[in-house]
């Protein structure tokens, strides 16, 4: 089995991807994402930047940081008929909330009350109508990067007035959503094909719980109700492999509140006891076996 992992640097996750294909024996080939130079129309013999053919792969293992860079070249491959985890189009789903929002309604999953606009005037009707507080996001990005509760009119217009004056036509894209009161907490469960492997709480005495901004990891047991609809959320997207972010509400119900196609695990492994990576290698391995 040839195996390329595509990637823009070696972070924790990287290496341990790597030293799980090694235990199945398989060394991938290492490539960056920062040497790619595709010719579209030439089509998937043309030699990639490890000195072979594209058409040699079995799998492209994508772990690009810039989404970007590893959704058009999952493109590009994709269209040439290449194996990927994940695929293109699960991956432009999850990297658009807006998108990923349309997956999760019209697959019946229970998320946060959602709003789209397109100008503040619109944007400002849209959090009224969700009501203070409200969370405003960008489309695109992670790390908990951009968000802003707003809890009243003043401080709803000074948000949207410096996301107008930005150039970027994607912060001109208004992704309103309620705020749901949290115990302290949220979840991160893992997906791998049609099970959830592991999940953890994130606590955090800020509103914004990600371990990337400092929440702290614990093992969330995952009971029936939660595989039930991390599942359901995977399969949504178009499944493989996924990290799916759960809020708890009042009542203790989940709603989902965003699914992330390139998953970071390195502070989740010790706390869940369950070795991520090893179980993703063994399962894209087993896919790539069954196709075979």
Request: negative net charge; proline residues 3%.
């Amino acid at each position: 089995m040839r195996v390329a992992l595509l990637v823009t640097h070696f972070r924790a996750e990287e290496k341990l991807i790597l030293a799980a294909f090694n235990k199945r024996d398989i060394s991938p080939d290492i490539i960056l994402d920062r040497e790619l130079n595709f010719d579209i129309s030439r089509g998937s013999e043309q030699l990639a930047p490890s000195g072979i053919a594209w058409s040699a792969y079995d799998l492209i293992f994508e772990r690009c940081v810039s989404t970007s860079r590893g959704m058009y070249a999952l493109a590009v491959l994709n269209s040439w008929g290449i194996r990927s985890f994940n695929s293109y189009e699960t991956a432009a789903i999850c990297a658009d909330k807006v998108r990923t929002s349309i997956a999760l309604t019209q697959n019946g999953i229970p998320q946060p009350h959602t709003r789209v606009a397109f100008t503040p005037d619109s944007a400002m009707q849209a959090i009224e109508d969700v009501k203070y507080p409200a969370v405003l996001k960008p489309v695109t990005g992670s790390w908990g990067r951009l968000l802003a509760r707003v809890h009243n009119r003043d401080s709803a217009e000074a948000i949207l007035e410096h996301r107008q004056t930005l150039g970027d036509y994607n912060h001109h894209i208004y992704y309103v959503q309620e705020y749901v009161d949290k115990p302290g907490r949220d979840i991160r469960a893992f997906v791998v094909g049609d099970r959830t492997i592991a999940a953890i709480y994130r606590a955090s005495n800020h509103w914004i719980t990600n371990t990337a901004r400092g929440g702290q990891a614990t093992n969330c047991p995952v009971t029936e109700q939660l595989d039930e609809i991390c599942v359901k959320a995977a399969q949504a997207v178009g499944g493989g492999i996924l990290a799916i972010d759960l809020l708890e509400d009042a009542r203790g119900n989940f709603v989902v509140n965003e699914i992330n196609h390139t998953m970071e695990f390195r502070n989740s492994s010790k706390p869940t006891g369950v070795d991520i990576a090893q179980e993703t290698i063994d399962y894209v391995i087993g896919q790539v076996e069954v196709v075979a």
